[in-house]
């Protein structure tokens, strides 16, 4: 975690950029996963307490499924990923407050 700037399309189509020091960003280039298997329940949901090294999603790299945990206990003000997407090394994941 760290002094993360996030960027937010608006309804209007334009993108606005935002920093964000409570974003937990992705450690590897992958593909992102809310839950454990196709069809189960995520493991987190927006406004949802978690607790440090709850499990927060998980990201396949290589074949390879690697769980993402909480690096603090707080409430998850906001998901900006979506299930199966791919994310980049660095990429804002989670927000946690």
């Given at each position: 975690?760290?002094?993360?700037t996030?960027?937010?399309?608006?309804?209007?189509?334009?993108?606005?950029?935002?920093?964000?020091?409570?974003?937990?960003?992705?450690?590897?280039?992958?593909?992102?996963?809310?839950s454990?298997?196709?069809?189960?329940?995520?493991?987190?949901?927006?406004?949802?307490?978690?607790?440090?090294?709850?499990?927060?999603?998980?990201?396949e790299a290589?074949?390879?499924?690697n769980?993402?945990?909480?690096?603090?206990?707080?409430?998850?003000?906001?998901?900006?990923?979506?299930?199966?997407?791919?994310?980049?090394?660095?990429?804002?994941?989670?927000?946690?407050?």
């Amino acid at each position: 975690m760290g002094d993360t700037t996030i960027s937010e399309k608006l309804t209007t189509g334009k993108r606005i950029q935002i920093k964000h020091t409570n974003a937990i960003t992705s450690p590897m280039v992958g593909t992102v996963y809310l839950s454990p298997e196709p069809k189960a329940q995520n493991f987190v949901k927006q406004g949802q307490t978690v607790k440090k090294g709850d499990t927060l999603l998980i990201i396949e790299a290589m074949k390879t499924f690697n769980p993402i945990k909480s690096q603090k206990s707080g409430k998850v003000e906001k998901i900006l990923v979506n299930d199966a997407e791919p994310v980049e090394y660095g990429q804002p994941l989670i927000v946690i407050k």
